[in-house]
């Protein structure tokens, strides 16, 4: 390429970079990312991950693929150990071709091109690119290696104002969301599952003997149980789920793209999770805490997002008042059946 060609080139690089920092949401500028890289590096398939180290795996940020696309499914959320990238030493990461994860080749990619994320010393994600049927030639790759470092600072911006978010939406005690973003996220999500015909399912979980810690060892004690618990529920919980606090000792799980069954099986997970090990150990001899579950789905239970917390909070109840630590799940017109007079909470 001669030196005008690559000035050229380069400026139509910058031009890029700079019509993706316009955007601080996260979500405009991993479309930008993506739609970027698709552009200069000739490729026909796109997958931007970021890394979340509190489950060791990557989450699908942006992709060519619609996010009402059932292909999602099954790309959520990848393993690192699957994506076969380069070690902790920043300064060695650079483009490379290898073999997709298999996630990716139930979509028939074969190869992919990976982009590593550098953040602050610490791997913030990658980019996958792939063309059908073909190999992303060099100077392709060439191109792309030189346009993620001038899209990275719009990145990493977009991620911070997305963590200044956070602070505002997540609850004060736990490692949950709050209770107003709850309600907001809820209704966003029943919004979408009617518009794109898919499935949606609430987890309500209320503890059991949560009391009984401040009862024993104060309400500093049972803050600190708290917090345990929420933790142990985000390890289980995947990353376009979402865990909160609905108030008190009752928590709340969204979960996008859920039929009853697959709640269902999550649930146990987080049941086990929370009674299979006593909480306090450092502090106490050790408190075995146990919770009460109700999932309710759309649209098998309720079409509304009032209707689906009815329905789950009433599955819970029933099961609060058959022995506790299990699972109900909501049946046909429990949405409109009258509360029963005395129902615990």
Same mark, same amino acid.
């Given at each position: 390429?001669?030196?005008?060609?690559?000035?050229?080139?380069?400026?139509?690089?910058?031009?890029?970079?700079?019509?993706?920092?316009?955007?601080?949401?996260?979500?405009?500028?991993?479309?930008?990312?993506?739609?970027?890289?698709?552009?200069?590096?000739?490729?026909?398939?796109?997958?931007?991950?970021?890394?979340?180290?509190?489950?060791?795996?990557?989450?699908?940020?942006a992709s060519h693929i619609?996010?009402?696309?059932?292909?999602?499914?099954?790309i959520v959320s990848l393993?690192?150990?699957?994506?076969?990238?380069?070690?902790?030493?920043?300064?060695?990461?650079?483009?490379?071709?290898?073999?997709?994860?298999?996630?990716?080749?139930?979509?028939?990619?074969?190869?992919?091109?990976?982009?590593?994320?550098?953040?602050?010393?610490?791997?913030?994600?990658?980019?996958?690119?792939?063309?059908?049927?073909?190999?992303?030639?060099?100077?392709?790759?060439?191109?792309?290696?030189?346009?993620?470092?001038?899209?990275?600072?719009?990145?990493?911006?977009?991620?911070?104002?997305?963590?200044?978010?956070?602070?505002?939406?997540?609850? /004060?005690?736990?490692?949950? =969301?709050?209770?107003?973003? *709850?309600?907001?996220? &809820?209704? %966003?999500?029943?919004? !979408?599952?009617? #518009?794109?015909?898919?499935?949606?399912?609430?987890?309500?979980?209320?503890?059991?003997?949560?009391?009984?810690?401040?009862?024993?060892?104060?309400?500093?004690?049972?803050?600190?149980?708290?917090?345990?618990?929420?933790?142990?529920?985000?390890?289980?919980?995947?990353?376009? /789920?979402?865990?909160?606090? =609905?108030?008190?000792?009752? *928590?709340?799980?969204? &979960?996008? %793209?859920?039929?009853? !069954?697959?709640? #269902?099986?999550?649930?146990?997970?987080?049941?086990?999770?929370?009674?299979?090990?006593?909480?306090?150990?450092?502090?106490?001899?050790?408190?075995?805490?146990?919770?009460?579950?109700?999932?309710?789905?759309?649209?098998?239970?309720?079409?509304?997002?009032?209707?689906?917390?009815?329905?789950?909070?009433?599955?819970?109840?029933?099961?609060?008042?058959?022995?506790?630590?299990?699972?109900?799940?909501?049946?046909?017109?429990?949405?409109?059946?009258?509360?029963?007079?005395?129902?615990?909470?």
């Amino acid at each position: 390429m001669s030196d005008p060609d690559r000035l050229k080139e380069e400026l139509h690089l910058a031009r890029t970079a700079l019509a993706v920092a316009r955007h601080l949401d996260l979500e405009a500028v991993g479309e930008g990312f993506v739609r970027a890289a698709m552009e200069h590096g000739h490729a026909t398939a796109a997958f931007l991950y970021l890394y979340d180290g509190e489950q060791d795996s990557f989450h699908l940020r942006a992709s060519h693929i619609p996010p009402d696309d059932p292909r999602r499914k099954g790309i959520v959320s990848l393993d690192l150990a699957d994506l076969h990238v380069p070690g902790s030493n920043a300064s060695t990461w650079a483009p490379a071709i290898t073999a997709a994860p298999e996630a990716l080749r139930r979509l028939a990619i074969e190869q992919v091109l990976v982009v590593p994320l550098p953040g602050t010393g610490a791997l913030l994600g990658v980019l996958l690119l792939a063309r059908e049927r073909q190999v992303i030639p060099v100077d392709d790759m060439d191109r792309v290696g030189r346009l993620v470092p001038d899209l990275l600072p719009a990145l990493l911006n977009a991620i911070l104002v997305e963590r200044y978010k956070e602070l505002i939406i997540k609850d /004060d005690q736990t490692d949950s =969301y709050n209770r107003r973003y *709850f309600d907001r996220f &809820l209704s %966003e999500e029943v919004y !979408r599952a009617h #518009r794109y015909t898919t499935s949606l399912a609430l987890i309500f979980l209320d503890m059991d003997n949560l009391k009984e810690v401040n009862s024993r060892y104060g309400h500093a004690m049972g803050s600190k149980a708290l917090r345990e618990v929420s933790r142990r529920l985000v390890k289980e919980i995947r990353g376009s /789920d979402k865990l909160f606090r =609905y108030g008190g000792d009752e *928590f709340c799980v969204v &979960l996008p %793209e859920t039929e009853v !069954r697959g709640a #269902r099986e999550l649930a146990e997970r987080l049941r086990v999770s929370l009674s299979g090990r006593s909480f306090l150990v450092d502090d106490t001899p050790g408190m075995p805490l146990t919770a009460s579950f109700g999932i309710a789905a759309y649209p098998e239970h309720a079409r509304t997002s009032l209707g689906l917390i009815k329905c789950a909070d009433r599955a819970m109840q029933r099961i609060k008042l058959s022995g506790k630590n299990s699972i109900g799940v909501s049946v046909s017109g429990e949405e409109e059946a009258p509360q029963a007079v005395g129902a615990p909470r």
